[in-house]
């Protein structure tokens, strides 16, 4: 796929069919925290008591709407600076995540890491079948996962840790995967309220250990499950 030929996928809400905007190639405008909300929003939701929305359906995000707002609100504004095109997410379950970051970004690369164990897992190649993406199967600590994407040779601008929110999980992908996050690049933990003990912890030390902390954002208006956005040292 050539540089300007970034697929674009579609949101199905009925039979209604909403063509995603290019967002990242109108210069030097940042959406909105409310105008991503919602197109978030209209999205769809995977489950409205856990993660709240409009609708269950859609694309099954798995993202609390006044959550991801702000965080991608305050990514776009590091575009300048470094741009997000290689993405590697743990933790896909449907595709509602990489649905969005790909919408809201000109992503390259995109590596999907899932045990496809999520009961919403059979919906991500009709979620994301306009989406040109790697899908690696298996746990993210098993061997031959780790290998792939070391053998890929690549240093991501966004990981996105979606997986086992359990301490001892969560340490370990960090523990492995950090190493493929470039200089300057961020870190996406999801649960950090949901699973304190887990996420945010792990989110609490890196930010003693150095990464820097963006921020946490926790929803305000409805379930709140937490995003730690952390990122690593400029080199």
Do not use: W
Not at 196 to 225: F, I, N, T
């Amino acid at each position: 796929m050539k540089g300007d030929e970034m697929a674009k996928a579609k949101i199905f809400i009925g039979e209604a069919e909403v063509e995603q905007v290019d967002s990242f190639k109108i210069q030097g405008y940042v959406q909105t925290v409310d105008e991503i909300e919602k197109f978030i929003l209209d999205a769809g939701s995977d489950n409205l008591p856990t993660f709240g929305g409009r609708f269950e359906g859609g694309i099954h995000l798995q993202q609390c709407p006044d959550e991801i707002a702000p965080c991608l609100v305050d990514l776009l504004k590091y575009k300048d600076e470094i741009e997000i095109r290689n993405y590697l997410e743990i933790g896909s379950a449907a595709g509602g995540s990489c649905f969005v970051f790909n919408h809201f970004f000109p992503l390259k690369k995109i590596v999907l890491i899932d045990d496809n164990k999520h009961g919403k897992h059979s919906l991500r190649s009709t979620i994301l079948k306009d989406v040109n993406y790697q899908e690696l199967i298996g746990r993210s600590d098993d061997e031959a996962v780790v290998n792939a994407v070391t053998q890929m040779d690549t240093l991501f601008d966004l990981i996105v840790l979606d997986g086992d929110h359990s301490y001892q999980c969560v340490k370990v992908d960090t523990a492995i995967y950090l190493q493929f996050l470039r200089p300057g690049g961020f870190l996406f933990l999801h649960d950090t309220v949901y699973a304190p003990g887990g996420d945010g912890r792990v989110m609490r030390e890196l930010a003693a250990g150095g990464m820097e902390l963006v921020a946490e954002y926790v929803s305000q208006k409805g379930p709140k499950c937490g995003i730690g956005l952390l990122r690593k040292a400029v080199a």
